[in-house]
């Protein structure tokens, strides 16, 4: 069999085909070997998701402090006053410290990007009392500080100075809008989404960055127009790695302080050990395993407290890490053992960061983590070699110890991926806790070049949040910029460039309707097009239109960030910032581009599957009485309804070439309006196609449409087919979803795609379901697929987790890049998840 | 040549080794009343009713018009509920007209080089997994011209074949396909034939002539046993399949494999107007499951390989 010939001597904690469990356990929390491990998970679960307000009265103080400051200084000085105040926390059997200046789980505030919907929940819509997605104030006296707060800030915020620059026809598509895209993310918060340069920090210390920044204040000449502005950067970039270090420096010192009050000896130790890696890494590099840990620890969430930009990624960690893995097993300084509870006890910690998004982007985007923690593994070097170590296999048992949100575990797969990687690789997925995530190297790698990379960069490649391929320390990528709603604009398609329900009701008719305006252009309607080619034109001309309105959108919320929110402590871990003297949210580093993402286009492609069959091969029914039947909701159209959901007509996802075409026309269509268009930083817009959980939320605001959804109804997800309240119109099984998916170039998507697939468990039961799952993956990825990921979990399950969550409630299930805890899901993505096509066998 | 299917099925894995597309052939001479597939058992194509997913009849009512047997669709509270099969001639003209899967037609022709081009589709799964085609049913030697021509077109292009077979057949049919066939899978029933007559409707002589000359071509064989309680489940029997298993078959079973009763099939029946013969039987599943364990365990300690289930490995 092919996928037995490439072997590797790597292995990890437990042999490589050891089997787990199949499918979700309840009452089972005692995955991991180390019961200090699942003590520290329970103990995370345990706890409740609470608002702190330290860092929010922190960085109010200095804001008013340094009010006069230039921008750069005061965000660096801002930032040194939150770690020189922060309470810092030190729990019961922990081996890593440092969190993002709240203790663990809670959330703290990043009033820097935007307070107005804070001020507004916080006094009309209690977060308490949300949905799904809750926090808690721990007092009344917090809250009524957190509202003064917000008050200071009001007009001061990115989101500010994005809603000052924005014009009607912006507004109108966005979330303030129609909701055609939805730019939440960072117009609300912080950008996150890159991988921070963990080797060099590792090899330079805190205090080398530093030493970096001063050597470029030094070469800096007053012949440089850009002289002040570059000078005011380094000093930021100083400022707040000294402060780093002093902020290490305050938890060497807590260490030592509990440390010698400590009775028990065997912790004595360890606090002692701690205190004297946290002296050692407060400036200097890492010299152990346990400090390279420590040291990454310290460094990922200072840049969390910097910015509540979530997706901050961890880049190939098996590589990064490996150095030093190495010297202590050779050394005799650490056991394989103790190099595994380490790995694990820091899976546990990287759960710790919560972040509260606004109501709007909660209902899109959520849970309550700060998200998007992708950790890559395996893969091909810088050669082209296959990389797989003995961390690989290790990063996979942590992450089948753990069963967490966090990390997003990824492996990446190419055509000489060891036997061993791909049976641990399956051995955890069907463990059914939705991690790890596959990544196929050959067309990432290509979509990297595309970017402009050379080959060897492009191969260092490691995923951002979901699935967004990413140069560590090279890209400032924006990834996740927005959610584009393809199926809302199809209304305009579909209806003369207006919504399908168009009328006194909506908020914007007097500005719109009333006046005879349309919202989008008029590129023709059902009731006049003479060809089906006449259709496909009118979508080519939508997507202009409202890629011009998002992207020009995504440049202002971009330049926003740069004007009120630089970030001089992240930008010491990009090339090119501190040779040139430019912070990253201004174009600092290499590779600048904006990452948007289409969701729904399954949803497109079976209506015009519709419309071409029905009205223009078949000629059963007229473009207008189609027109008319979702405006109407389907209401006293049943036949249609029930054709349009019918195996009698062509659907995207069953290796159908007449559905498949229109998907792929869907798909080139949106990659080719995004591609090229220059973003402000001086990169360039890449697209993306995946929904995350948006494809809910977006559903929420769609009207009926032509694939035979009603209104209100999930649209597509990611790259998958249709489910509509009727059925799943993928009907042939999984060869037929992955062939369909396979038939669109996904290297043109340099910004992701993403493939969902549910198996039942008896389908991977025995050691011939996973080997037929390793053959599987293998055969899918040989077509050239950027990703994919399984939901080993029957709808039973789900269905008996909504009956009695409290048995529940660490079961993890795949939603789109990334798991979520089931029982913390919203009622709406709940349902969405159980009806996604689980396919049988 | 054109064959009657039922379904081509992909990434099964149920039948035979690794990932496989299987056919399911319509006919059968038996009539067990714990088939799940009831829809193989007629050789015709027929009509299948789905009543949740009709329209109604007043909204709708294409299938009526289209039906040129008067009174042939029957109908309750405006719902299609099932078919007079004495009216019906299977013109499958109100499978055609339901806008909604409705009418669900069971069989369909297909030719030889049809059903290759939806196989082909799948060749690298075979190759990655092991795997390849199964023919099954229904009893796919009913058909055994087109399964020849089908097995060979497959061996032609290096796809590995399997033939789920009841061996009901004239020994010349298996001889048919027996060049093209690299695996059979095949059912011990009942070593009693009368008692195999009396549930399946046909002794079992010329199955167990058939399945000794089977094992003399030296060809791969899977036997299956479906378990049923009551019927065959006792140590009597159990202890004769041994027998057959180690003497007859000359203990030339590369895997025996006890296939637990379970109540799979009968939204089919009821589609077909067909009554579920299992439908009164009621069972513990654990204490069932346990008890075919403890079969399994006996066959093992007659030096016979079985497993419960599909498979043919023990998991390490």
């Known amino acids: 069999m092919i996928n037995q010939t490439v072997h590797t001597n790597a292995r990890g904690l437990e042999p490589f085909d050891q089997v787990y469990s199949l499918g979700y356990e309840v009452g089972h929390g005692d995955w991991s070997p180390f019961p200090r491990v699942n003590r520290l998970r329970q103990t995370f679960l345990d706890r409740p998701f609470n608002i702190d307000i330290e860092r929010f009265r922190n960085v109010t103080e200095a804001y008013q402090v340094y009010e006069r400051e230039p921008v750069k200084l005061r965000c660096a000085k801002a930032f040194e006053s939150i770690l020189m105040n922060a309470t810092l926390y030190i729990y019961d059997e922990d081996l890593i410290l440092g969190e993002i200046a709240a203790p663990a789980k809670a959330s703290p505030q990043y009033p820097e990007f935007s307070v107005n919907w804070m001020l507004y929940e916080a006094l009309y819509e209690p977060f308490e009392e949300r949905e799904h997605d809750q926090f808690y104030f721990v007092s009344e006296e917090d809250r009524q500080e957190f509202i003064e707060l917000c008050k200071w800030w009001q007009g001061k915020a990115v989101d500010d100075q994005v809603d000052a620059y924005l014009d009607d026809d912006q507004l109108k598509g966005s979330q303030s809008g129609k909701k055609i895209f939805q730019t939440n993310l960072y117009h609300y918060g912080g950008v996150g989404h890159y991988v921070m340069n963990y080797e060099k920090i590792l090899r330079v210390g805190f205090a080398g960055m530093a030493a970096e920044a001063k050597a470029g204040m030094a070469r800096l000449s007053k012949k440089d127009p850009d002289y002040a502005e570059k000078k005011v950067f380094y000093e930021a970039v100083i400022i707040c790695h000294e402060a780093a270090i002093k902020y290490i420096q305050r938890y060497a010192k807590l260490a030592e302080e509990m440390a010698a009050d400590c009775t028990d000896p065997a912790r004595k130790q360890e606090l002692e050990q701690m205190a004297a890696n946290c002296r050692q890494v407060a400036g200097g590099p890492a010299k152990t395993f346990w400090q390279a840990l420590q040291l990454f620890n310290f460094a990922t969430t200072l840049t969390q407290i910097e910015s509540n930009g979530h997706s901050v990624s961890y880049g190939r960690m098996d590589q990064w890490l490996y150095p030093y893995y190495e010297a202590d097993m050779q050394s005799g300084e650490i056991t394989k053992d103790f190099a595994q509870e380490l790995l694990e006890v820091t899976y546990v910690k990287m759960n710790n960061p919560t972040k509260i998004r606004d109501g709007g982007t909660a209902k899109v985007r959520q849970g309550r983590g700060f998200g998007g923690e992708c950790l890559t593994i395996g893969g091909v070097d810088r050669d082209g070699n296959d990389a797989t170590n003995d961390l690989t296999m290790m990063l996979l048992d942590a992450s089948v110890h753990t069963r967490m949100m966090c990390p997003w575990l990824l492996v990446r797969m190419h055509e000489n991926t060891p036997y061993e990687l791909k049976v641990k690789t399956v051995e955890c997925i069907r463990a059914g806790y939705g991690h790890p995530k596959i990544f196929n190297d050959a067309p990432t790698i290509a979509a990297q070049m595309s970017k402009g990379m050379p080959l060897e960069e492009a191969r260092d490649y490691a995923i951002v949040g979901c699935v967004e391929p990413n140069s560590p320390g090279r890209e400032y990528g924006w990834h996740d910029g927005s959610y584009i709603n393809t199926v809302k604009f199809m209304e305009m398609v579909l209806n003369g460039g207006r919504c399908l329900d168009c009328g006194p009701h909506c908020a914007r008719w007097e500005k719109c309707g009333a006046l005879g305006k349309a919202l989008g252009p008029d590129t023709g309607s059902l009731e006049t097009y003479q060809s089906f080619d006449e259709v496909l034109e009118s979508v080519d001309k939508q997507f202009d239109y409202w890629v011009d309105q998002m992207c020009s959108t995504m440049n202002i919320v971009d330049r926003a960030h740069r004007d009120r929110k630089p970030l001089p402590y992240a930008s010491a871990f990009f090339d090119g910032c501190l040779e040139d003297g430019v912070d990253v949210t201004a174009g600092g580093t290499v590779y600048n581009g904006i990452g948007p993402q289409a969701s729904g286009l399954a949803t497109c492609a079976d209506s015009l599957a519709v419309i071409k069959q029905l009205v223009f091969d078949e000629k059963r029914f007229t473009g207008a009485q189609l027109l008319q039947a979702v405006k109407d909701n389907w209401e006293g159209h049943e036949i249609l309804y029930a054709l349009v959901n019918s195996s009698k007509v062509h659907h995207f996802g069953n290796d159908d070439d007449y559905a498949d075409e229109l998907f792929r026309f869907m798909f080139e269509c949106y990659c080719r309006h995004l591609s090229g268009r220059p973003t402000i930083r001086g990169g360039e817009f890449t697209p993306g196609v995946y929904s995350v959980s948006a494809n809910v939320g977006m559903g929420l605001n769609t009207n009926a449409s032509l694939d035979g959804r009603k209104a209100g109804e999930a649209i597509s997800d990611n790259m998958g087919p249709v489910h509509t309240r009727v059925g799943s119109h993928d009907i042939c099984g999984p060869i037929a979803v992955a062939h369909s998916v396979s038939k669109v170039d996904h290297s043109l998507a340099t910004n992701g795609t993403l493939l969902n697939m549910k198996f039942p468990q008896d389908a991977v039961a025995g050691v011939e379901g996973r080997d037929n799952l390793v053959s599987f993956i293998d055969e899918y990825l040989s077509g050239d697929p950027m990703h994919i990921q399984f939901n080993i979990m029957s709808s039973e399950t789900m269905r008996a987790a909504q009956k009695h969550p409290e048995h529940y409630k660490d079961m993890l299930v795949r939603v789109a890049g990334y798991s979520a805890y089931f029982v913390e899901l919203g009622k709406a993505l709940q349902e969405d998840l159980i009806n996604r096509t689980e396919l049988s066998f | ?316």
């Open chain 2, 1 to 316: 040549m054109n064959g009657i299917i039922f379904n081509i099925q992909h990434y099964t894995i149920h039948d035979g080794p690794g990932i496989r597309t299987e056919l399911f052939m319509k006919g059968c001479a038996l009539r067990c009343p714990w088939c799940s597939n009831p829809e193989g058992q007629s050789s015709r194509i027929q009509p299948g009713v789905y009543q949740s997913k009709c329209i109604s009849d007043s909204v709708c009512g294409l299938c009526r018009t289209v039906c040129p047997q008067e009174g042939a669709l029957l109908f309750a509270d405006g719902k299609l509920t099932a078919i007079d099969r004495a009216k019906c001639t299977g013109c499958m003209a109100c499978a055609d007209a339901c806008p909604a899967d409705a009418i669900k037609p069971w069989g369909r022709e297909i030719s030889v080089e049809e059903a290759m081009r939806e196989i082909r589709r799948d060749k690298g799964y075979y190759d990655r997994s092991g795997g390849g085609v199964t023919v099954s049913g229904g009893e796919p030697l009913q058909q055994a011209g087109f399964v020849e021509e089908l097995l060979r077109a497959c061996k032609e292009e290096g796809i590995h074949t399997c033939c789920e077979s009841t061996l009901n057949v004239p020994w010349e049919k298996v001889e048919q396909i027996l060049p093209w066939t690299d695996l059979f899978i095949t059912d011990i029933k009942h070593m009693d034939s009368a008692v195999h007559k009396d549930f399946s409707g046909g002794g079992n002589e010329r199955i167990i002539e058939n399945q000794k000359k089977l094992v003399r071509t030296g060809k791969d064989i899977i036997a299956r046993i479906p378990v049923i309680p009551g019927v065959n489940d006792d140590a009597a029997n159990i202890e004769a399949t041994a027998d057959y298993i180690l003497e007859d078959l000359e203990g030339k079973v590369r895997t025996l494999q006890l296939l637990s009763f379970m109540r799979l099939g009968e939204e089919k029946y009821r589609s077909l107007g067909m009554p579920y013969g299992m439908a009164d039987l009621k069972i513990d599943r654990p204490e069932f499951q346990a008890h075919v364990s403890e079969i399994a365990d006996y066959f093992n300690s007659r030096g016979i390989h079985c497993l419960v289930g599909t498979r043919e490995k023990e998991e390490s």
